[in-house]
């Protein structure tokens, strides 16, 4: 079936949702050879994917997942976050959306993270939690505990994915060729919480409309997908350092494309250096002295201004600046680092 798929693709024919879904069943399959699989997700790139083809494969797979038991009515009473990157941007930044991620929860915000282990960075938000003792491998009836109570889960992508593993060879046949796949763009797409409200960011500001246009077809009312130009290069969070292409919706509200820049916001000069991490163990550092308030400079500036996106997207402040506000009140007041203290006990 793949290799039927690998000759329609090299016309330059889109897949159907059909198609997309048959060949979603083929990747998972461990019969089928890597090899094929990986010419497979290299022809698809080649031509381009196409926001149907991406949504079709982000609902195929979401179907395969395992989905934590969250009640309809506590759902439907709350926005149910996530903050994330798509990685590929290589800068080596530290752990932004993490950060943000606990901050966001600290300042009442239901927050359902979903993430792995590091592929093109250091330390993934999965490694950086570890290491700061956040307990990365609950339970799906746990996870979801953790969320209604304590208004933050961690969602590790291979205990909610579990057929993932048998994609995993195709994918490093493909980086070994030097070629992404639409795995690149997935990630944010597959949360089993299945969010209600997104932020994304993406290392090319052409993706980011594409990318909220599935994130809208999937189901979630208030999304937001960001690229930030940073010296010349983009990261796949709200920059400091420079303009940030923004996509955006809000439920019955209209779909929205603009360029935000970021004079209004009392920024700390900084360059892109002043934004690294390091391994695990320095990021989770780095996290810890942010959430103290004792990081007072260029990194916390980068959380304020994605905290701040952040909870204007979950509807928890009135705009963006309102939302920079909210999340320095909840650093400066402690609750950051309690909530930290609280998800480690």
Known sequence: MLEKFIRQLAGS??????????????????????????DFLCHLALKGETVGEIASFATALRQKSIEPPLDKDWRASHEILDVC?????????????????????????AVAK?????????????????????????????????????????????KYHP?????????????????????NFLGPLLNP????????????????????????????????????????????????????????????QGFATSVMGVSEFPLNKAALADLTGGDRKANAEIVRQLLRGDERGAKRDAILLNAAAALFVANKSSSIMAGWDLAAKTIDSRQAIKKLEELVA
């Open 114 to 158: 979903h993430g792995n282990r590091a592929i093109t960075s250091q330390a993934g938000s999965a490694d950086v939690l570890e290491e700061l003792g956040v307990k990365i491998d609950l339970e799906p009836e746990d996870a979801a505990r953790s969320l209604r109570e304590r208004n933050f889960a961690f969602f590790f992508a291979p």
């Open 85 to 109: 990157g798509t990685g590929g941007d290589r800068l080596n930044t530290f752990n932004i959306s993490t950060t943000v991620a606990i901050v966001c929860a600290a300042a009442g915000v």
């Open 193 to 252: 919480a299945r969010p209600t409200a997104q932020l994304v960011g993406v290392p090319r500001p052409e993706l980011c409309e594409p990318l909220a246009r599935v994130l809208r077809s999937l189901g979630v009312r208030r999304g937001m997908v960001v690229s930030g130009k940073a010296n010349g290069a983009f990261l796949d969070e709200f920059s400091t350092l420079g303009d940030n292409t923004i996509a955006e919706f809000y439920q019955e």
């Open 13 to 38: 024919n889109h897949l159907t949702d059909e198609d997309a879904c048959l060949a979603v069943d083929q990747l998972v399959d461990e019969k089928v050879t890597p090899e094929i699989k990986a």
């Open 163 to 183: 057929a993932f593993k048998h994609i995993g060879p195709a994918r490093r046949l493909c980086a070994d060729r030097g070629q992404r796949t639409i795995f």
